[in-house]
């Protein structure tokens, strides 16, 4: 059994699109495993690559891929682990901010990624949502879905709602 998604069941899961699966390649945020013939090869994801790229389309509706790449960079820079779908993320259109984990009454808010210059006075706040909210929406889409087979999804999904709730 296959123990990924298909780049049709990836695509239906994160609801993105083809060229944005394959900018996420060819920029090295996402890389999927490929098999097969080099020029058109069998093209497979983990698990926690389908909840990155869910994370990515609702990051898009706030900020730019390019944006995504420097936050990715930063994480990188620093040391930190490069993961997104774990994160707890605050966006505006020209920044990303990271809200750090375990610091107890006041939460440390560190600003991670900036595009300088636009939107200067307007500060429009979206918290990314959290990753049970992540992983609830990947299992809906199967659920809808005509590309899945959702037998074969539950067996190879990592988490289910109830563990992610």
Request: proline share 5%; charged share 20%.
């Amino acid at each position: 059994m296959i123990e990924g998604f298909t780049r049709q069941e990836t695509l239906a899961l994160t609801q993105t699109t083809s060229s944005r699966l394959a900018y996420l390649d060819r920029t090295g945020v996402i890389v999927p495993q490929k098999y097969g013939n080099p020029k058109k090869p069998t093209v497979i994801y983990s698990w926690e690559q389908v909840l990155e790229i869910r994370t990515i389309a609702h990051m898009r509706k706030q900020i730019s891929l390019q944006m995504v790449r420097k936050l990715v960079a930063f994480l990188d820079k620093h040391g930190l682990d490069t993961t997104l779908h774990d994160k707890h993320l605050v966006t505006t259109p020209n920044e990303v901010f990271l809200v750090a984990p375990d610091w107890a009454d006041m939460p440390q808010v560190m600003k991670v990624a900036d595009r300088e210059g636009a939107g200067l006075g307007q500060l429009v706040l979206m918290v990314l949502p959290p990753l049970n909210t992540v992983i609830q929406d990947i299992w809906q889409a199967a659920t809808a879905s005509n590309v899945i087979d959702f037998e074969s999804f539950r067996q190879r999904a990592k988490t289910t709602p109830t563990q992610a709730g």
